[in-house]
């Protein structure tokens, strides 16, 4: 506490004989501090269901206080109006690490805050980058337009293509805004609506089909969570009114 201090010098065998000094305001007694947030270190999570990125960070520190005891103080920090307390158990000089969890984001260089509560001119501040970590938009792309015969089939595999990655199971289905023909399975049997992308490899043309000349077919996958929004492509086929028969002839 500040303020003047009067200090009063008594002679032993003579009490009445006092010299008196005064100490204007000397001013409050300090002692070193030094905190520092040493790593920041983020963790992102997408939640599929709510289409949600939500991150974890761990917040390492380290401090210098020569003046700490396990009662008056520990050291806050804080992240996006969200704090965590870390208690130094009275060691003046050490380091530990607080979590946070259940951050929202993405956000950029957001601050993050540490300091002791009863001293709270002894600080330290970072940044910390919330990257979102949402899987890629799936893209999809179906053949280039072709011709077939009417006595023909369209094989609803060839020339699809998934992105970002080949490899991941599409949950799509097929329409057609003209044709009259069928979807058919592996086994050959005749499907009825929703055309899914898993079990609807064939299509076969309806002689409405050769007689107009084309069918025009659309593969749409479904609307995930999150930003992504649902993909689509389309192809039109040329549909020729000749039978093939057993001729050997791919259309080209």
Do not use: H
């Not at 009490?15 to 007694?29: I, K, M, Q």
């Not at 269901?49 to 390492?60: F, I, K, N, Q, W």
């Not at 001119?121 to 979102?132: E, Q, W």
């Not at 023909?181 to 309806?206: M, Q």
């Amino acid at each position: 506490m500040g303020g003047d201090v009067t200090v009063t010098l008594r002679d032993g065998d003579d009490p009445s004989c006092a010299t008196v000094f005064t100490v204007t305001d000397p001013g409050v007694c300090s002692f070193p501090c030094a905190l520092s947030i040493t790593q920041v270190t983020p963790t992102c999570t997408f939640d599929a269901t709510t289409g949600l990125s939500t991150y974890s960070v761990d917040v390492a520190l380290s401090w210098d206080f020569a003046n700490l005891t396990v009662t008056n103080d520990n050291i806050i920090v804080t992240i996006a109006g969200q704090t965590e307390t870390l208690d130094p158990d009275g060691v003046a000089t050490g380091s530990g690490t607080v979590v946070f969890n259940g951050l929202t984001g993405p956000a950029s260089g957001q601050s993050v805050e540490a300091e002791f509560a009863a001293t709270p001119t002894c600080n330290a501040t970072s940044t910390v980058d919330l990257v979102d970590c949402a899987p890629d938009c799936i893209t999809v792309t179906v053949a280039e337009p072709f011709t077939i015969c009417a006595t023909g089939a369209i094989d609803l595999r060839a020339g699809v293509t998934v992105g970002p990655d080949a490899g991941t199971a599409l949950e799509a289905t097929w329409t057609t805004p003209d044709g009259q023909g069928d979807f058919l399975d592996a086994a050959g049997n005749v499907l009825s609506e929703p055309y899914r992308y898993d079990t609807a490899l064939t299509y076969r043309p309806a002689t409405t089909d050769g007689g107009r000349g084309s069918v025009t077919l659309i593969l749409t996958t479904d609307d995930p969570p999150g930003p992504c929004e649902s993909a689509s492509d389309s192809v039109t086929v040329e549909v020729l009114k000749v039978d093939c028969g057993s001729l050997l002839w791919d259309g080209q």
